[in-house]
């Protein structure tokens, strides 16, 4: 290595680590302003970050350079890990059909569309304009999850939106994949071509997810080292996604089979549940570090020359993507409803279509736009600025849009429930160790006495509060039976688990209650 090497490269990591630094701090800053300034309230803290990023980028500011070639791999695979392993599989596979009709043909209706009305509104090149359609079609509702939570909508309404949104980066990533290729003149868009090669990059990384997702839940069953298996699905997020890729699949693809895997199988029978917490608020926070620093960086990293250069292409692809997004989901909706009587309702349809946000994959595709292109500096205008418009129109009206066209949930009554019961189990525990311990020489009984007349009083006060919300909400009685289910089920799955680590079973026993539970379900409906 020469000398100039070796004097360089320490202070690029230097400047690199600082440039790190700095988006950090600025992210955490912008997180804590809700708490001393009430107004910041009523805006997501993702919408937050973009709008602290444009006014960073209006003054010239820029925070750090972002490696095209790195884009994908260093953003995508903690942020898809996370939301597959939080998602729940039980409640998935009941909309499991308007997701994938959603997800699959909801991005080939998006890019079709958005390339159609490009070619014939814009006059570019039909490889081009599908290859923006393509950059676009990836939805990213973090904002919108976040507001579902505030208002207490549906949990099923956002299962639905995590759900397209995980499955659809899959695609949308395949697609661009494709029309890469295409707009090089690498390639050629023959339809029996597309779909071998699709089922293959497809195959490929479902294959190749379940086997690390698999492989890692057998093999997390034969010990209980919180920090080893913690640092297993980092590895396995990140692992899955270059060799799949380097296998010829789709890494995001793979990286969402295995966290839903992981999160939904292996976290039950391979992990105690004090690791399974831990590993959920390690991926809560990893998600929350690089969610910090992509809707920052959204903002930073626009160019306003550029944007204005192409106002025109950013209107037509926002007309375009608008109206794509409204004929794949009411269209979709429609067909599912038929299919499979999936009952989404038309306001539910309007929610998904308005909350249809795009975001951090967006851009990560446009930047990872080869610099041989010479459009590559419009793509990345045009969706910068469509991605813009959707977090800061779409994603601000989408709170008073709930709020007009759909009775909101009781979320806010459900978690004061749930704090309450957690509070009469905590202090029950209490109380059973008290009685436990009483024996003890060295402290006086009276004390013992003392305590526990205290305790009891809590617990009595507790249950005049629970009676009180049952009384004032009705509808907490159907709640309070859906969490004493889950309950039991986890109660089951664990246990199958503590008899398989302990040797005593040999194959994974199939769960009893949740077949049970499904059919005195339906049978009350």
């Known amino acids: 290595m020469s000398e100039t090497n070796l004097l360089t490269e320490p202070a690029s990591i230097e400047q690199n680590i600082k440039q790190f630094l700095l988006v950090l701090s600025v992210s955490l800053s912008v997180a804590t302003l809700p708490q001393f300034f009430s107004w910041f309230r009523q805006i997501p803290y993702t919408l937050l970050l973009v709008i602290v990023g444009l006014g960073l980028a209006f003054i010239d500011v820029r925070l750090v350079n972002l490696s095209p070639q790195l884009i994908l791999i260093i953003f995508l695979p903690p942020l898809l890990f996370e939301a597959a392993w939080n998602i729940e599989w039980t409640k998935l596979k009941q909309d499991l059909v308007p997701i994938s009709l959603y997800a699959i043909f909801g991005v080939v209706i998006s890019v079709v569309g958005v390339g159609f009305a490009l070619n014939q509104f814009a006059g570019i090149s039909l490889a081009i304009a599908l290859l923006f359609g393509a950059c676009v079609s990836a939805t990213d509702p973090v904002s919108v999850i976040a507001l579902f939570r505030e208002l207490g909508v549906e949990k099923r309404l956002s299962i639905i939106m995590e759900g397209e949104s995980l499955f659809n980066d899959g695609i949308a990533v395949v697609a661009y994949s494709f029309l890469v290729g295409f707009a090089l003149n690498t390639d050629t868009l023959e339809i029996q071509g597309i779909l071998s090669q699709f089922i293959t990059v497809v195959g ?45 699949g789709s890494g995001v693809i793979g990286v969402v089979i295995t966290g839903v895997i992981l999160g939904n199988f292996g976290s039950r029978i391979g992990m105690q549940p004090s690791t399974r917490l831990a590993v959920t608020q390690f991926w809560d926070f990893l998600s929350f570090f690089v969610n910090s620093i992509v809707f920052l960086l959204i903002g930073d990293q626009i160019r306003y020359a550029d944007l204005k250069a192409n106002l025109g292409l950013i209107a037509i692809t926002i007309i375009a993507t608008i109206v794509t997004r409204a004929i794949a989901i009411y269209g979709l909706g429609w067909l599912s409803n038929i299919l499979v009587k999936s009952k989404i309702s038309l306001s539910d349809q309007t929610v998904l279509w308005w909350g249809g946000l795009r975001g951090s994959v967006s851009i990560a595709l446009a930047l990872s736009v080869p610099v041989i292109l010479p459009e590559r500096t419009a793509i990345i205008a045009t969706v910068f600025g469509v991605v813009l418009f959707t977090l800061l129109v779409q994603g601000l009206t989408t709170k008073p849009l709930l709020q007009r066209i759909k009775p909101l949930g009781d979320q806010l009554v459900r978690q004061q429930y749930l704090e309450a019961i957690a509070r009469w189990v905590a202090l029950n525990r209490v109380l059973n160790h008290l009685t436990q311990a009483n024996t003890r020489p060295e402290i006086d009984p009276e004390f013992y006495r003392y305590q526990k007349v205290l305790v009891e009083g809590q617990l009595n006060d507790l249950q005049q509060d629970l009676n009180q919300l049952r009384n004032q909400h009705p509808q907490l009685r159907d709640f309070a039976v859906e969490q004493l289910q889950e309950e039991l089920l986890a109660i089951e799955a664990d246990t199958y688990a503590e008899f398989f680590r302990g040797g005593r079973l040999s194959n994974k026993i199939s769960p009893v209650l949740q077949e049970v539970f499904a059919k005195m379900n339906e049978n009350i409906e």
């Open 204 to 248: 490929i990384g479902i294959g190749f997810g379940c086997l690390v997702g698999f492989g890692i839940s057998y093999l997390t069953q034969r010990f209980d080292l919180p920090l080893v298996e913690q640092s297993l699905t980092l590895v396995s997020a990140y692992g899955t996604y270059i060799i799949t890729e380097d296998l010829g």
